[in-house]
């Protein structure tokens, strides 16, 4: 039976074990490295051109400040194309998607989502792969089946995870809002900010099911470090696989959508089916996974 009580003070235990422990130093420093790097990928190459028509203008009599903008906007508009001509192809996005992600919403922002989506998966396991596992092999859970039900050391554990996950994505999506504010002029700044927020809810939503298989995993294991790695094979390493096979067979490509990778890009689509049918899915694979999770977590011997 559920127990409100229990539910927050375990989410709340996890959450703050996540914060302080080790694992979740490491998890919070790897996720902002690595969300980091991907975004310098995409914005890097406009601060470098801005940089080098700078130095050539300082070096150029007679430029003012209006031929050094006008020279700064039209390279800009330049590297714009490129890094779309990229999401193209690592997406391959419809005409009407296309047009949102780039017309109606700030293009190079879209870039970095859709680099931030396939980090995704990778995100999620670091943050979720010891949701029980640990406990498990170390017999720990045992002392609080004395004083608790099994439904609310999983639930508990899971809601703390993915409260973890939340603040960890939400601190790595304001550090880029706030520098892409603060150093890009391609954008206006205000579109710039909300397509980000926008982007992290979505990106959240592509989190929830990679959580959800992580806790099913980790009820399975005995061990943190085999929860990790099965975790990352299946969550991470495979879909990856298929991603790459995919842009060679149609067949493999089609297989994608028997896991929640196929359907990332449905989450950058604007408000219409495709949308909620990507929501649908996310929320579907989440619903099975814990379940499963679930199921698992009570009938083995803790």
Known sequence: MLRKAHLNLIARHSLKHGIRGGAGLVSIALTLLIGLFL?????????????????AADRTPGIDNDQRNFAKQKANDQIVKIAVKGMEMAMDPS??????????????????LVLLFLATPLFACL????????DIGSKGLRFLLFRTERA???WGRFFGTLGFTALVNLLLFGILTIYMVAKLNVHPKDDMAMWMLQGYLR???FTLPY?????????AMESAFGSLAISLLVAFFLPLFLGIAGSFEDVVKYAQYATPWGWKYWLLEPLGPKFLGGLAAMFGFSALFLWLGHRNFNRRDL
């Open 203 to 205: 990106m959240m939503v």
């Open 152 to 154: 609310n050391i999983f």
């Open 95 to 112: 005409t009407d998607q296309l047009d949102y992600l780039t017309e109606e919403k700030p293009a190079m922002v879209s870039v970095m």
């Open 39 to 55: 975004a310098q990928c995409a914005i890097g190459p406009l601060e470098r051109v801005e940089k080098s028509v700078d130095f």
């Open 127 to 134: 943050g979720g792969f010891n949701q029980t596992a640990g």
């Open 211 to 219: 959580l959800a298989l992580c806790a099913w995993i980790s009820s």
